[in-house]
Structure formats: C-alpha cells, structure tokens
C-alpha cells in the first residue's frame, strides 16, 4: 500500500533520542502524536506506510473525538472537510437495495440529542481526509513523523526502551531510545504479540471485504441523506457509505448469501473478485445494469475482542492494538482517540516530573473496561444489524449510543471519591460525578460564549460556583506545592457567566463548592462546599498524580 498524496519525510535524519517513540502513524498514532505535542512532548511516530491512510474507512466520528478536535482547534476546518462530502444531519438506516424497500432507520438524524449535551456534535468524514488535518497540526506543534520507516524490534529496560527503526526505502537501520513506547500498531499489533499480552472477546465475525467504487446512485437515494445505508438481502449483508450526491464511496460485505449460518457466508473475501463484486454492487444498489466502476477490493476481518492490560512497563497499547470491533456503530477508530486523549497528557505530566508512574498505570485501569464495553456494545451491533438469524444469546442489552460515547467513568488512584454502581450510564445522570467526563455547560467569557469543555486541556482546573471564592486560594495553594498550574475559575459570582442558569445542576454542586477536573476533561474530585482547608487540594492532587513516586 503507498500513497504519493503526501510527502513521506523518510529522507530525513531519524531522531536518536526522543521522550516517546509512537510506532503506527494512522488515525490513532497521529493523534497520539499530536496530542502530546499540544502539551509539550514532541514525540517520534514511526508509519511503514509512505504517508496518510488512502483509504476512507473510519466515517463516523463521535461526540468524544469531536470534543477532541475542538479542543486541539481543528473543529471549524474537519466540519468544513465533512460537509464537502457528507450531510450534516444524515442519518443510518437499513434497506433492502438502495432502489429497493427501506426495512429500518437506525438513526433519523446524527445529532439528535446531542444539542444540550455537547457543544460540537458527530460528524462523517473520511479518516483518509481527517488524517493529514491531523498529521499537518501534529507537525506544526512539534511532532516528528516519519513514513516509510518500520519499527523491527523493541526493548524495555528500567530507564527506557531501545527501538530497532528500519528505513524501508533505503534499507538502513537505526537506533531510537525512548522513555516511553506507544504502539498504535493496528489489530495485528506485533507489540501486543512480543509484550505476549492476550486478547478476549467474540474472536473473528467474518472475512470481510470493502468495495470502494463509483456509480450513479443519486437517482436510489430517494432524497434520504444517510451516511450509511445497510443492506440486508437475499444476497449479502453489509454497508454502504456514500457521498452526499450519491456519485461514489463505498460498500463492505460482512456476509454473502442466504444463509448467514453458513462458515462460507460469512468467509467472504476467500471467495472475492472483480465479477462478484460487480453482481454483489448491482443488488446492493438494486439496479441489475448501473454502469459502474470498481475501483479496488480490500479484504478486512470484523473482529470484537479486547486486550487484557494495555501497558506493560514502559510500553502502552492504544486504538485497534487494544481492542478491535466491528464498524457496526462505529465505535472503533473514536476509541482509540480516546486511548491517546487519556494517555496523552498521564505521560506529559510524567515526562516533566509533575507526577509518578503510578499515574500511568491508571491507563489500563481506566480504559481497559471502556474497551471491553465497547467491544461488547459493538459485538451486539452486529448481531442485531447484520446477522440477526445467528441469535442473540450472546449478546449484551443494547447501550444508547451517548452512553457509549460520553457516559462511561473512570475508577482509578486518579478519581478520588469516584461513586459505586454501574459505570456505563447515560450521561444526564452523571451530574459531574467524580470520574465522568465533565458536563458541557454554556458560559460567557467577555461576552463570547464559551463551553466549559473550552477551559480543559492542559492543566487541571478547579471549576468553582458563584459562592466559591474560597477555591481561589486552595488552587493557588495546590499549585504552588505541586509546583504545577492549576487554574482557577468561577461560575457566577462575577467570574464567567452561567449563561442558562445550569452550572450547578450540571455539575452537581452547591454554590460554594468546586469540581477539579483533568487536563483530559474528566472530573478528578468534587467538593460539594467550601474548601475544608487550605491544604486539601494540594493533598487530592498528591494522591491524583501519585506524587509520593514522582
Ligand atoms: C470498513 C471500515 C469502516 C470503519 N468505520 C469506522 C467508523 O465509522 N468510525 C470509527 O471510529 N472507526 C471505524 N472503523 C475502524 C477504524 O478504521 C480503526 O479503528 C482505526 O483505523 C484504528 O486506528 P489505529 O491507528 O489504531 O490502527 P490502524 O489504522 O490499523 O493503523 C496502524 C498503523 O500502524 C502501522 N504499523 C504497524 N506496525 C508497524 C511497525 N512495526 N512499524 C511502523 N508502522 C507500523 C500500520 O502501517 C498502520 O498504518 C472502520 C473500519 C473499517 C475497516
């Protein structure tokens, strides 16, 4: 696979020493890399590939990883890009053939309640056009990217890790040391495999295959906007994604045939070529002579398993190496930039001595069970959407979607006072519970309206309510003996403007109180009145950041 799109910066010197060594440079690598150099860590990703991904594949990006891109200022240009192709408001349903009978609406329209909940919303754009937005910022902010170089081999000792870097294009081998290693490697992660760290799950769905192609669809389409459309037929089962004018994108087959119980059914890609794609496109869309043009075939497997730990020393599994679903619901490229989100700023803060290792191991701990949630919730996806005749035995009850997203907590060292019960929820029952993702609240700062989300990123902030004045001292305090910023803010009470009235509700919190939340957006502690002590901060952040081994 090459890509002559992008330059691959594979001519220049190979770094020696670098704080992190990223080895996979797609979706999840690149945001790793971009994620740590927003904060400061200018890290190395080595790609085999010659550049960017060429081919769509992730479409469907989630309230999360939307969040995520504002916060790195990417928003405004990735919903320039996606409306480009795709409708803002389409939507997924099921049909019998695009010219034929609609049988399901899965969802009517992407965002529909989404609106209270986040100020940003998902979004469908191709990871082939997301990756250089990313790739270009990750850059720009000091990252160093090389394609056409394959990490060969890999050792960790007490104080680092030694990476073997092979240099495809010129067959020279060099030497990367590293504090740290992060493997977005992809689903056959070879660092998962030499780490011997297991996977468990569903194990392999189907030998899929994705036909990309061209073809008048418009005239099918029947005025529906949906991003994706599912087939279901006598013949196959799988999906299609197509531009918003119905010209050209593409259609995965999970299965073929009518008889889904079959191993043969579901081995689709044994049995692939060019003619078969044709007669599979002509019945998907439901048209027996459309003139079309198909451009490649690439096999894949839907797998839903997850990764047993994520780290092991100083080497970290994040993305598709840690866990691997189906595209049904499409949860797989989002929680991966969820993995590097979370383990982004733990490392930053571990780098610059502000924080011990202890807070590193609270990325397994926190999103081994997102994982293992996701996995299931996308298990059951296909199951209900492609291969229903197969049963339903094995298959979890049905999470809404937000609960997926944004309504998953984390218990760990780094929540203090994190609530017992069910961690997956729906979010409006979070409130800003210690260890959830903190809520989105409109506020005005200068008269310029402002989410809560905007004030998360790079330090901790205490998130203090009109009567919480006191909290000012407790942050300065906390920072001043952790010799780390933290910022502070008031909500009414002449600091920013709780522009509906909501903060408190949102939050959880009596007037006086405060919420410190993470430079991950995730409420750490909450303090329902004023500060107790001086002190009391500065000790949760101790505990937080497992300052006792820093
Ligand atoms: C048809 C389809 C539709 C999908 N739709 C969605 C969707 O709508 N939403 C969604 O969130 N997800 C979706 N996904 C899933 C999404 O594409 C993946 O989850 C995502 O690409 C994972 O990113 P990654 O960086 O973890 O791994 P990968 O994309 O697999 O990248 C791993 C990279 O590591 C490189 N690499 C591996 N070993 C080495 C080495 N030793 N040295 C150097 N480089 C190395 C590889 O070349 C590769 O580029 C879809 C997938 C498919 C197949």
Known sequence: MTNTASTNGSSAEMPHDVPVLIVGGSLVGLTTALLLAARGVRALAVERHAGTAIHPRAGHFQIRTTEILRE????????????????????????????????????????VGVDDRSPTGRIFIDQDVLEPILRRRAEELGATLRYRSEMT??????????????????????????????????NRSRVRHALGIEK?????????????????????????????????????????????????GFLAINTIGEDVTRDEAVNV???????????????????????????????WEAEASVATRFQQGRVFIAGDAAHIVPPNGGFGGNTGVQDA?????????????????????????????????????AYGRYATRVVPERGT?????????????????????????????????????????????????????????ISTLDLFGQSFVVLAGSGGGAWRAAAEKGAGALGLPVDFVQVGGGGLVDVNGKFLDAYGLAPA??????????????????????????????????????
Request: hydrophobic fraction near 40%; proline fraction near 5%; charged fraction near 25%.
């Open 513 to 550: 109180g405060a919420a410190l939340v993470r430079p991950d957006g995730f409420v750490a502690w909450r303090a329902e009145a004023a500060p107790r002590d001086d002190s009391e901060l500065a000790g949760v952040l101790a505990s937080i950041l497992d300052r006792s081994r820093a």
């Open 269 to 299: 890609s044994a049995v692939m070529n060019e003619e078969l794609a044709r007669e599979l496109l002509r019945s998907a869309i439901g048209v027996p002579e459309l003139p079309m043009r198909v451009r490649q075939i690439i096999p």
């Open 393 to 449: 035995d094995n298959v979890k009850p049905h999470a809404d979607d937000l609960i997926v997203e944004i309504g998953y907590q984390y218990r760990s060292t780094a929540i203090v006072g994190a609530s017992d019960g069910p961690l997956f929820v729906h979010p409006d029952e979070l409130r800003g519970r210690p260890g959830s993702r903190a809520p989105h609240v409109w506020l005005e700062r200068n008269g310029e309206r």
């Open 153 to 186: 081999s890999f050792e960790q000792d007490a104080d680092g890790v030694r990476a073997v870097i092979r240099d495809l294009d010129r067959g020279k081998e060099s030497e990367v040391r590293a504090k740290y290693l992060v493997a977005a490697d992809g």
């Open 72 to 111: 790195m200022g990417l928003e405004d240009e990735v919903r320039q890009r996606s409306r480009e192709t795709y409708d803002p408001e389409g939507g997924i349903i099921a049909v019998e053939s695009l010219a034929g009978k609609e049988l399901a609406r899965f969802v009517s329209n992407l965002n």
């Open 200 to 248: 468990h799950g569903y194990g392999v769905l189907s030998r899929s295959v994705t036909i990309y192609f061209e073809a008048d669809c418009a005239p099918y389409l029947q005025g529906r906007n949906s991003g994706v459309f599912y087939v279901m037929n006598p013949r196959l089962r799988g999906f299609f994604r197509l531009n918003r004018v119905g010209q050209k």
């Open 341 to 377: 989100h979370n383990l982004a700023w733990k490392l930053a803060m571990v780098l610059k001595g502000q924080a011990g290792p202890g807070l590193l191991e609270t990325y397994t701990v926190e999103r081994q069970p997102v994982g293992a949630f996701t996995v299931d919730q």
